[in-house]
């Protein structure tokens, strides 16, 4: 298996692991009556819950383009070690994403993010 699919392998590891931290941060704030409930009246969640969806949100939005060029990086055999770094490089920005922004700790996460990106674009490197 290549690096980018071993990654792609723990970015869904990664993804379950930041739903299930979701949920639970999210259901301890509400109350955990009321998660286990019928959950018929809306509860707010505390800020860190907040802060966690929305984190899992943004991996959300960047998931997509990690598969999608991990995949073409396989199927094409186009993977280089630029390609194998940036894939490191998204994952590790991805973990340090979500205690970054749970945490509130100004630029943290915004590097973590732009870091990120930079490892996707590293991923694209070879496919042009």
């Known amino acids: ?4 699919l071993t990654y792609l392998l723990w ?12 949920a639970t941060f999210s259901d301890l704030s509400k109350g ?5 409930g019928p959950q018929d009246e809306k509860r707010d969640q505390n800020v860190i819950a907040s802060r966690i969806e929305r ?4 991996y959300l939005e ?4 990690f598969v999608a060029l991990a995949l073409m990086l396989a199927v094409t ?3 280089t070690a630029t390609t194998a770094l940036g894939a490191a490089i998204w994952f590790w920005a991805r973990v340090v994403y979500i205690p970054a922004y749970a945490s509130g700790i100004p630029l943290v996460r915004s590097v973590a993010f ?4 930079v ?5 694209m490197t070879s496919l042009f």
């Open 11 to 22: 970015a869904t590891i990664l993804l379950i692991a930041h739903v299930l931290l979701q």
């Open 32 to 36: 955990l009556g009321w998660a286990l």
């Open 119 to 123: 490892g996707l674009v590293m991923m």
């Open 77 to 79: 055999e186009s993977g």
């Open 55 to 58: 984190a899992l949100r943004n």
């Open 1 to 4: 298996m290549t690096v980018e």
């Open 62 to 65: 960047t998931l997509p383009a």
């Open 114 to 117: 732009f870091a990120s990106l």
